[in-house]
């Protein structure tokens, strides 16, 4: 398994942005398809976005309509978020994922960070 330690959350406003980093180690990155997803209280944990080994295929979350984008950097093992007017229900914690093949399901998803935890103010 992969080790995977994100950062950037916060507090923002409505309207603002905030980026996402997620920094992996103890395999070899550029083998994962990598994943965001986020679980707001009370409700079950959501598909975000995903980003194939290479980049060359990316998914997104259907609410997310053009306001995030997911990158990665292999030469730094990292994947980032990021993310465009904010909206409060865009309020949960956001976790990285990693896995072996390319997906939306969380169930395929083989490790995952501590999630971090994103706050919109209306």
């Known amino acids: 398994q992969v080790q995977l330690v994100e950062s950037g959350g916060g507090l923002v406003q409505a309207g603002g942005s905030l980026r996402l980093s997620c920094a992996a180690s103890?395999?070899?990155?550029?083998?994962?398809?990598m994943g965001w997803f986020r679980q707001a209280p009370g409700k079950e944990r959501e598909f975000v976005a995903a980003i194939s080994r290479t980049g060359g295929s990316l998914n997104y979350g259907d609410f997310v309509k053009d306001r995030f984008t997911i990158s990665r950097d292999n030469a730094k093992n990292t994947v980032y978020l990021q993310m465009n007017s904010l909206k409060p229900e865009d309020t949960a914690v956001y976790y990285c994922a990693a896995a072996l093949k390319e997906s939306t399901e969380a169930t395929e998803y083989d490790s995952w960070g501590q999630g971090t935890q994103v706050t919109v103010s209306s």
């Open positions: 103890g395999h070899i990155f550029r083998w994962y398809t």
